[in-house]
């Protein structure tokens, strides 16, 4: 969450982000989005979504476009859904694995987004370790470029925000009176950030952050979520309950928590323990997951799991958002 | 050839690879393939053959379809073999190198296969080095998709097998009277397997397995050949011969072949050597080659070689394979 | 500069890209090719470039075409710019970043290139850090093949040359009463060599190489050029002055100059050095910058910089020569 001197936060990321006329211009964060916006993207990545058995949704929106993925960390998962939602619409794609190594400033960076505005990009999809990075860029390219956040330091992933958004959507049919439940990592996750702040938008009835006392969420961060460090009370009555990847190496160091049996005893979800939330509550991770760790494999894999729903759902929502920047941009 | 236990070798991997009419499903074993079935293939891949000068064969027929590569180890040929058979086709393809070293366990293989169903890839290319993986694969994936083996350990390389045998019937025109020698480094060699399974069903008139005793093929695992150690024996009117790649740090630790020059000297195929063999004998080599170890670079570019016709069949046989299991997909 | 010795320096290099009615086969080296051909270049190339506001130039002259881009040594823009220039053209194109280390000879280079030209490649884009290598396969690949040099050793960068044509005759309508000022590592570098070699063909005014003495051209290289060790000689009146990238290891190394301060002081590109040159001097860097080192950055960001210029050019050149070659590819 430490944003790094040379890539100031932004205040007002969320203007940044849209048009004078209040389309889409960049996706950088779900705050400041308003709902009718998410609830379009939403609309617009349903047509998108097409069950196995059929044809793979396709269209020809982006043809003539070039999207690069610039990826400064590793991603093999988001990487390729960004790649398949910009072929299935027709894009000619650039993929980039940037080793952060040989970039030492900000300068550096900016020097490569003007060389690839040169080339006539026109969508950039960044992912980068840093926080700031992908406002900052937003900030240096010209009118017709825009920029799409792949996931920023812990901050925000706002595509997977919206595609967790749209599988909550399509198994409850509403946000109002849900409780969902988030588990595990809530500290460095920039999913459970981007999540929260898109089902607060949405309305949800009501927010709980459940993880051990030293992976909660900073102070006031999240005031509209209650933070609990006991899995009980957060899982009760739940309708939804999303699982977080926890990093291994960061189990051993949690007071109390010395090994994986504790952390899965205590923050694990399993059917078991799920028995404690409302009757079809459905389960989520944004993978990968770590099977027997944070969720119980069987689980996993039963019809409660939305897991590979909010796969296909991430190829959906990036075709919506690749396709709202671009007609944003045609109407400049 | 040692099977990993979270990788069971499949008994019936030759029914799995079938539809419930006979049409191919799955590609990952030559074995069990009946000769009509491989005459078919052959037959499919002969269209897509075409000499250097004419126009590169295309079609449409995966438009709309997504192929995944999937490689587990590095390979530069048969991934741009693949690669290119697919974009011929007009399919999406999604290359994703995989450092191995990030998967641990079964689980998390089919995880990522279970991403990329959810994304509606159709058709995944394996390539691993644990026995078993393609077939472990193929029997999670869904009804709508199709596993292809591009290189499974010691094991099985079936659209080596098949670009091997397509490269012969258009030299040779025929496999029942043929004396076929395979020299080299059989005991961990897939290619040597797969092409060697292959002329078996079609009705090979000989085959010879000719290498180092260290190298032979475990005991009665190919009793339809004849092993041999003497490369002249081996060679003595054959039809066909085919040199292994062997990997030079295997050879010091041989018997009786402290270095290359001794390995040459005993196992090497030379134009010299090759005077023992039928008149019009043809030379093959999988590829990579070193020259001048297992194979005399003169002859490896002189007539009697069918090299770089094996390489140019290679992207045939790939485009025959996705062409014929994507069919099979349309109809179920 | 030195020829490793399995890649001997072709003499008749210039013969060798020309077909016989002296349509571009290959594109080795911008040295020996006449000026008609280069003017024929830059003005097919015109037709490439648009600005960023408008729709990316796009045409389907490379349907059907495979092109690969084989890189022995890392590059990203380099790359990313032909990647985009052939995938705008309509071809396929396949991506090879080839680690050398598994490169030990000549023999496998060429072995590599033979299982490309079987597979149907019809334009190799090679990078190497050897010099003579795409001579050397261009000697050896088959009649239907055409090999692009995207940088070789300190000895050639052929389309960069070509860009940064394009990007004076832009901006100043002429060469012959130019005044044209390299500045930093020439020894070095293959941009400076193929960006000289091009402006003497087109009859630039004078041309002057401006260096550490140790980072100089060799003796005699450049007898067209004057040479000089003095930043202010060689600026004074120029027209065009193209800073060089130097390597910050190298800074260390030469004599009087100790530090990052010193080289700036003596050879960096400033506002404020620059009043020197004619009053609307242009200035150009191949990228990647060492902004503060060899350029000053607000001078890089200025309108008096074509550097992205230059960038956007790169893009349009490779197009034009990629859709050249394939010209001829169909007239042979």
């Keep these: 969450m430490q944003a790094i001197e040379v890539f100031p936060s932004s205040n007002d990321e969320a ?7 209040g389309s889409l211009r960049h996706l950088l964060t779900l705050k ?3 709902k009718s916006l998410l609830v379009e993207l939403l609309d617009d990545a349903e047509r998108f979504v097409s069950p196995v058995e059929r044809d793979t949704a396709r269209s020809q929106s982006l043809r003539g476009r070039t999207v690069a993925n610039l990826f400064f960390e590793p991603s093999t998962r988001t990487r390729a859904s960004f790649d398949l939602a910009a072929k299935r619409l027709g894009a000619d794609v650039l993929n980039l694995d940037v080793n ?23 969508i950039m999809v960044i992912r980068d370790a840093s926080a700031g990075v992908p406002a900052y860029i937003a900030q240096h390219v010209n009118d017709y470029v825009s920029i799409l956040n792949a996931g920023e330091a812990d901050v925000s992933h706002p595509t997977q925000g919206l595609l967790d ?7 409850k049919g509403r946000f109002e009176d849900l409780t969902v439940a988030i588990v595990g990592d809530i500290r460095h996750s920039r999913v459970a950030r981007s999540t929260a702040e898109g089902l607060q938008t949405l309305g949800v009835g009501e927010l709980r952050l459940i993880s051990p006392p030293a992976l909660a969420p900073y102070a006031d961060e999240m005031p509209f979520a209650s933070v ?18 926890i990093q291994r190496e960061r189990i051993g160091n949690l007071e109390g928590i010395p ?9 694990g979800i399993s059917s078991e323990r799920l028995q404690i939330a409302a009757p079809d509550a459905m389960v989520m991770h944004p993978g990968p997951m770590n099977r027997g760790i944070e969720i119980e494999s069987t689980l996993a894999d039963s019809p409660a799991s939305a897991i590979t729903q909010q ?22």
């Design 259 to 267: 090994g994986i049996d504790e952390y899965f005893q205590n923050f």
């Design 15 to 21: 203007n940044l982000q849209l048009n004078a006329d």
């Design 32 to 34: 400041g989005l308003d």
């Design 165 to 171: 958004l749209l599988t909550i959507r399509q198994r």
């Design 311 to 332: 796969v296909a759902n991430g190829v959906a929502v990036r075709m919506a958002v690749l396709e709202c920047v671009c007609k944003a941009m045609e109407s400049r």
């Design 100 to 122: 952060t190594s040989s970039r030492k400033k900000g300068e550096s960076i900016l020097d490569m987004i003007y060389t690839l505005q040169a080339m006539h990009v026109d």
């Design 228 to 245: 609990l460090d006991n899995l009980d009370d957060g899982l009760r009555d739940a309708d939804v309950v999303m699982a977080l990847r």
